[in-house]
């Protein structure tokens, strides 16, 4: 296995199977946080940070849109029960000394955000001989991107004072999230030949 995609077309593009594979995993995830952000957003804005929920959710669904019409898409019968388990891993999960429902489900999709934008960093695994030009290419640097700006907002609200009283379920809850998402990444990219140290 590889740190890197490849061996690389003549071209200097990324292998159709490795584009389909990461960009059906990646499609899931922002997927899933797109959803979820769509629903937490409010019909009316009260307070400043919801503004941001609502840039988060049109970043999130700019990144699908992305991947959508950059990947050079090819069959990959090992999707179906892949995606079904990643789907099931982005669900809300209880949150142990939270009973406010709202707060919880608040938590889970910043912690989510958080393991996604801080864990997957998909331009890492170009190599240098990579053709710029491939959209597939400029689409993982653009994600990379953004994922950095979005991070901002995650660690900001999960470090504020409104969740301190409940830091060490926090603390709990982004560990796991953490670990869940990188074990999915894994997977996924060892299933296309590309090997990341655990």
């Keep these: 296995m590889s740190a890197f995609f490849g061996p690389l077309q003549a071209d200097g593009r990324v292998p159709p199977r490795q584009q389909t594979r990461v960009a059906a995993f990646l499609v899931s995830a922002h997927g899933a946080l797109a959803r979820q952000f769509a629903v937490a957003l409010p019909a009316r804005f009260d307070a400043a940070w919801q503004t941001e929920l609502n ?105 504020g004072p409104d969740l301190l009283p409940f830091r060490d379920a926090v603390g709990a809850t982004l560990e796991r999230r953490h670990a869940e998402v990188h074990r999915l990444w894994l997977e996924t990219l060892a299933g296309v030949g590309v090997g990341l140290r655990e």
């Design 55 to 159: 840039a988060q959710f049109y970043r999130e669904s700019e990144i699908v849109s992305l991947l959508m019409r950059a990947t050079a898409w090819v069959p990959d019968l090992a999707l179906g029960p892949m995606a079904a388990s990643w789907e099931m891993a982005w669900l809300p999960a209880p949150i142990e000394g939270i009973a406010d429902h709202t707060r919880a489900q608040t938590i889970h999709l910043a912690t989510l955000a958080h393991a996604v934008h801080a864990g997957i960093r998909p331009a890492a695994l170009l190599p240098t001989e990579a053709n710029a030009n491939d959209p597939f290419v400029m689409a993982l640097r653009r994600i990379e991107f953004e994922s950095g700006r979005l991070l901002q907002a995650q660690i900001l609200f999960l470090k």
